[in-house]
C-alpha cells in the first residue's frame, strides 16, 4: 500500500494494549507502520513479543478507562480509536454495566470530540441488548451506546479467541488432561467457532489501514464450527486421553459459578456459563 499520503505518521490508541487481544493488535498495527498507543492501567507491559517485524515500539499510555478525566489527552491526536477493554468477573464499581456500556461510551464520545476518523469496538459474537445475562446484555447494549456516542464506529464481534496463553483452550486442554470424568455444558450441543487470537488481530489492524470503511459490524470465526462435546472430544484425541463425558444441567453450572465467584483464580465463572447457552458462531449476513 502506498503510504506516500503520511498514513505512516497515523497514530492508533489501543484501550486494553496489554490484554489478550490488544497485545497482539498492538504488533499488527506496528507491523503496518503505524504509531501506536498502548493505553493500560498498567502499561509496563506494553512491549510486544520479541519476534515481531515492526520498526518501532508501542507508546505506553496509562489510563483508566473508568476515569473519564483520563482518557481525553490519550486519545487526543489520534487517527483511529480501539476500544479492546474487558471484563469477566464484576468487582466493586467495576460492573458489566459500567466498564462495557457506560465507559465505552465515555471512549466513544471523548474520540468524537477529538476529531479521531475511526473507532473499533471490540465485542463478542451472541452479544444482545436484550438477554438476561448480565454480561451478554452488556456487551449488547455497550454497542448501541458506541454507535450513538460515535455514529461511524465499526464493531467487531470475535468468537472464542484461542492463543498461548488464553483463558478457554488451555483451561480445556488442563482439564481434559487431569480429568477421567468430564462434565459438559448442558447436553454439549452449542457450537463453537475458535478463532485464533492473531487472526483477529491482523483483521481488526486491516480495518483500520483500509481508508474507506463504513460503519459495519464484522463477526469473525476460524474455519471450523464444533459443538461443545466434539471440541472436547478433539482435544481428548490429540492429547491421547479418553474421559468419560457427562452432560450437567446449566443449573447446577449456575450454582458451581455462583459459588466460583469468591475464589480466586476458580476456572469457572458466570459469564462463561451464559456464554455456553448459545452458539458461537460467525453470521454469514448481519442486519
Known sequence: MDRSDGSAERIVTVFGGTGFLGRRLVQSLLEKAFRV?????????????????APKMPEP???????????????????AVVNATSLYVEQGDATFERVHVKA???????????GVEKFVQISGIGSDPRSDSTYIRARGQGEGAV??????????????????DDAFLTTLMRLVRLLPVYPLFGDGA??????????????????IDRSNEKP?????????????????????????TRPMLVPMPFAVWNSIAAVAEFVPGALI???????MRVDNVAAIDLP
Do not use: C
Not at 489510563?63 to 490519550?74: P, R
Open 104 to 114: 465505552a461510551a465515555d471512549l466513544a464520545r471523548a474520540a468524537r470530540r477529538a
Open 147 to 164: 454507535r450513538n456516542a460515535f455514529p461511524g464506529a465499526l464493531v467487531v464481534r470475535s468468537a472464542v479467541m484461542v492463543g498461548p
Open 37 to 53: 498507543r498502548a493505553v493500560s492501567r498498567h502499561p509496563h507491559r506494553t512491549k510486544p513479543k520479541a519476534a515481531t517485524t
Open 190 to 207: 452449542t457450537r463453537l467457532q475458535p478463532v485464533y487470537v492473531g487472526d483477529v488481530a491482523e483483521a481488526v489492524s486491516r480495518l
Open 216 to 240: 459495519a459490524t464484522f463477526e469473525f470465526g476460524g474455519p471450523r464450527v464444533l459443538s461443545y462435546k466434539e471440541l472436547v472430544w478433539e482435544i481428548a484425541r490429540r492429547l491421547g
Open 269 to 275: 465463572q458466570r459469564n462463561q456459563v451464559d456464554l
Open 61 to 79: 499510555v496509562e489510563a483508566d478507562i473508568l476515569d473519564a478525566s483520563s482518557i481525553g489527552l490519550a486519545v487526543t491526536g489520534s487517527y
